[in-house]
């Protein structure tokens, strides 16, 4: 059996703030602030008052749907997520809607990316768990720029090595490293080594 690397998309793999800024901008004249690392709450009209919490998730999903392809990689992931493809099994789950997972798989293959993608909905604990119970891993790595997500993968799967990365420089100083996340690397190129030798033992 070999090792496995679970790892999210968004301001991981791919930016994702700035393509959802420009859309936002071009398609609704809407901004988006980045005084916290929240989405929802910070979009504001021209007038600067806050679009409304019901009004988030349409917003979100229409980028998705019309959007996806604006996103750009993270310097060095593709050639990372290629160097551990020799060595491991690798797995993007990433909280999308099912109908679009199909769409992130061809634009991640795109760019050069050609992995399993599954679509999640809430904390990733349970969803690591089974991936690991299913991939019968020797070990599993998971990556992921939310602190919530390695909470809940520490408390079902404690034995899973947790990296939390932050890809987007202008959101790093937002997310306070993860108190259940093993280590904090914001780069593929250092995150390499760092996943390689544990992988390796």
């Not at 290629?82 to 099912?98: F, K, P, S, Y």
């Not at 992995?115 to 768990?129: F, H, L, Q």
């Not at 790093?172 to 250092?190: G, M």
């Amino acid at each position: 059996m070999r090792p496995l690397l679970i790892c999210d998309c968004d301001e991981v793999l791919l930016h994702f703030v700035g393509p959802f800024q420009d859309y936002l901008r071009d398609t609704h004249e809407l901004s988006l602030g980045l005084d916290t690392f929240a989405l929802s709450g910070n979009i504001r009209r021209a007038d600067g008052s806050t679009v409304e919490q019901a009004d988030f998730m349409p917003l979100l999903n229409g980028f998705f749907d019309t959007h996806m392809t604006t996103q750009t990689p993270a310097s060095g992931a593709a050639n990372a997520l290629a160097r551990i493809a020799e060595v491991a099994d690798i797995v993007i789950l990433t909280n999308i809607a099912d109908h679009h997972a199909a769409v992130r798989t061809s634009e991640l293959a795109r760019l050069g990316m050609p992995y399993r993608v599954i679509g999640n909905s809430g904390p990733k604990g349970v969803p690591v768990a089974a991936l690991v119970e299913s991939f019968m891993a020797t070990r599993s790595v998971f990556v992921d720029d939310l602190p919530h997500h390695h909470s809940s993968v520490r408390k079902h799967v404690p034995e899973v090595h947790r990296l939390h990365m932050v890809a987007d420089p202008r959101l790093r100083d937002l997310i306070p490293q993860a108190n259940d996340a093993d280590a904090r690397i914001d780069d593929w190129d250092t995150a390499l080594p760092h996943i390689l030798n544990f992988m390796e033992g």
